[in-house]
């Protein structure tokens, strides 16, 4: 399994390119360094993707460049507020049309009171011809004036955590981040055999636009 469980950076580049309040949305993006739930997947990884979104219920795709083939997720799901509580459920589905990695399916929960947001997902994995195995995400961010911190790690048949630190904001009608990420070893070095940097540390440049289609 070459990126066992996958959302710190990918949270940010949907915040910062995707869901817009029309209800089509489409956007587009480049990350420096593709990383997801602080595993590293790509360098230099051109993404994209679509968004609706009506009266809380959401859907969509994204996709990105993995070098072997793209990695296409599928997601949908219903969020609101009362007073100054957000919760959101929905599903995740990633897939691939190479052989980088097998198909992870999870249900996300999540919850936030001004700027503290907490996710979950509980997921399983197809992981190839081995058994299925079963995976638990968790993620506490804390978010500011374009600031945010990332506390996440997981649970069942994966382990390691890492925190990610970043910065997002909008310049000229695009969307520029930058990121730090620390993983424990856990989720770093050689995995499924294939080389993969073996660094705990990652800095990360994002940069995006989001398109209203109506």
Same mark, same amino acid.
């Given at each position: 399994?070459?990126?066992? /469980?996958?959302? !710190?950076?990918?949270?940010?580049? @949907? *915040? %910062?390119?995707?869901? +817009? ?85 999870? /249900?996300?929960? !999540?919850?936030?009171?001004?700027? @503290? *947001? %907490?996710?979950?997902? +509980? ?7 081995g058994p299925t195995l079963d ?80």
């Open positions: 399994m070459k990126t066992f /469980i996958k959302t !710190g950076l990918i949270s940010a580049l @949907l *915040a %910062l390119c995707s869901v +817009v309040q029309a209800e089509w949305s489409a956007n587009v993006g480049w990350a420096s360094e593709y990383h997801f739930r602080g595993i590293f997947q790509h360098s230099s990884s051109p993404n994209g993707g679509f968004d609706y979104e009506s009266s809380g219920f959401y859907a969509g795709t994204w996709a990105a460049d993995v070098g072997d083939g793209f990695e296409v997720d599928g997601y949908f799901g219903y969020g609101g507020e009362v007073d100054d509580f957000g919760y959101s459920i929905g599903y995740t589905g990633y897939f691939y049309t190479g052989d980088f990695d097998d198909t992870y399916q999870e /249900i996300n929960l !999540g919850g936030s009171y001004g700027p @503290l *947001a %907490l996710d979950v997902a +509980v997921g399983e994995y197809d992981n190839f011809d995976y638990t995400y968790y993620a506490l961010t804390l978010e500011g004036n374009g600031f945010y911190g990332t506390y996440a790690g997981f649970g069942r048949d994966a382990d390691g955590s890492y925190l990610e630190l970043g910065y997002g904001t909008t310049v000229a009608e695009l969307d520029i981040g930058v990121a730090v990420i620390f993983a424990e070893d856990d989720l770093i070095g050689d995995i499924n055999g294939d080389d993969l940097p073996d660094n705990d540390t990652s800095l990360i440049f994002t940069i995006g636009k989001s398109f209203d289609l109506q």
